[in-house]
């Protein structure tokens, strides 16, 4: 069975900056898309950010490139997202996803998620 383990989240003040880590095992990781998504209270899962085998980066939206950084390392099976000068809006718990469609992929396996939460 395919497992996605999401790790890193916590508290954090605004303006610091976190890293999330995801290790995903039952499949050939390099082969697939990944993603990272969040749902912050009260409001509906949004799509962060998705890689592509290879590496390439996609941002939703775009401008969040400014501030979240996705990578991957496929030796390790491992998927990251790192956070940077991390805002109260940001606070939500962030999903880790193998093969997500909404970045290309189909078989869509979820991880537990990670809780974030930025203070004032």
């Known amino acids: 069975p395919v497992k996605v383990v999401e790790s890193g989240g916590g508290l954090v003040q605004a303006g610091g900056s976190l890293r999330l880590s995801c290790l995903i095992s039952?499949?050939?990781?390099?082969?697939?898309?990944m993603g990272w998504f969040r749902q912050a209270p009260g409001k509906e899962r949004e799509a962060v950010a998705c890689t592509f085998p290879g590496g390439r980066p996609i941002y939703f939206p775009e401008s969040r490139a400014g501030r979240f950084a996705i990578s991957r390392e496929d030796a390790k099976s491992t998927l990251y997202l790192q956070m940077n000068n991390l805002e109260v809006d940001d606070t939500a718990i962030y999903y880790c996803v193998a093969d997500p469609p909404s970045c290309g992929g189909r078989m869509n396996f979820w991880g537990q998620g990670t809780q974030v939460t930025v203070s004032s």
């Open positions: 039952g499949l050939n990781f390099a082969d697939y898309f």
